[in-house]
């Protein structure tokens, strides 16, 4: 019986097609709404109320932008139920800008929607604002914190895999982790959720998930260097090191999804919207993860020590034309 094999390296056009393709439609996307950002980096203002019965939130975002003259970003939520409790209803209202919302235009809100809603009890739960200048820091200690990440990672590959040619493994593993990222980044966008602290946290977590991943397989490529030989062809040698490691890969990623899925579902049932702004992308980087070590870094590997093989025989002979 033959033993399950996949050409990862020469179906390696398949793989970079359904890439780009993806990456595409999120450009397609992000060029259509923009990117979004959340007021924990803009600065802004949050007003959230407790209510009871039902209300329209298109109906919501209407009236306190009239009040307020000022867009909105309008959220209903359900708090987890408690033992004897039906849970509490709670709206957020959300003002990016740099200017707080006073206190009369507070009241003027709660009087409006207290007009319009006269059974729904509305009350203050919650109302602060953010300095603009505070959530510009935090947003660059963020991007300063990705950086710094993909730094220490690359540095622990190049010297973990000194023997297959450190710097390059390193370098298309981050190659794989920056798909990674942006796969990340462009769920947000299609769904239209803001960036916030959830995707500063999703990428970091996706980044250690998947470069665990691609480290087992270039652990197994190490090994079938030393068990198959310095005359074996990479393109050889990575797609059997990718097929012994592959279901593994495949089972790992297959359970960490269902268990975010779970958590989603919770979060949807809920309507923890915080909860879903983790756990959806989550899901997504899961599944991007797993597919950029087998079918994106592996590829790209072999390609780039075929190419510096292609250098090293054209640059032979001029070699001994000198002597």
Known sequence: MKKFHIGFFEHRKIYFAISIGIMLVGLIFNFIY???????????????????????????????QQTTDKPVTVTISK????????????????????????????QAVAA?????????NFTVVESNSINPVM????????????????????IYIALRFKKIGGASAGTMAIIALLHDVLMVYFTFIIFRMP????????????????????????????ENRRLMGPKTEYSVL?????????????YTASCTFLSIATVFVVGAVFGLDTVKTFALPM???????????????GPLYVMWQNHKAKQRLENAPAKKSKK
Do not use: H, W
């Open 34 to 64: 923009g990117t979004q950002l959340d007021i924990k980096f803009t600065g802004g203002a949050v007003l959230r109320y407790s209510y009871t019965g039902t209300i329209d939130q298109e109906d919501v975002q209407r009236i306190v």
């Open 112 to 120: 409006d929607l207290a007009k319009e809603y006269p059974n729904a």
């Open 195 to 222: 960036l916030n602290d959830n995707f500063i946290a999703v990428v970091l977590t996706i980044l250690g998930y998947s470069l665990n991943d691609t480290i087992i397989i270039y652990d197994r490529i190490r």
């Open 135 to 154: 959530g510009r820091d935090f947003l660059l200690k963020c991007i300063i914190s990705i950086v710094i990440a993909f730094l220490l990672l690359i």
């Open 79 to 106: 708090d987890v139920k408690k033992t004897g409790s039906t849970g509490q209803n709670n709206v957020s209202l959300a003002f990016a800008g740099t200017e707080s919302l006073s206190l009369e235009k507070q």
């Open 238 to 250: 990575v797609d059997t090191s990718i097929n012994q490691t592959f279901t593994r890969s495949v």
């Open 283 to 297: 899901m997504v980087g899961i599944v991007t993860g797993c597919y950029s070590s087998v079918c994106i870094a």
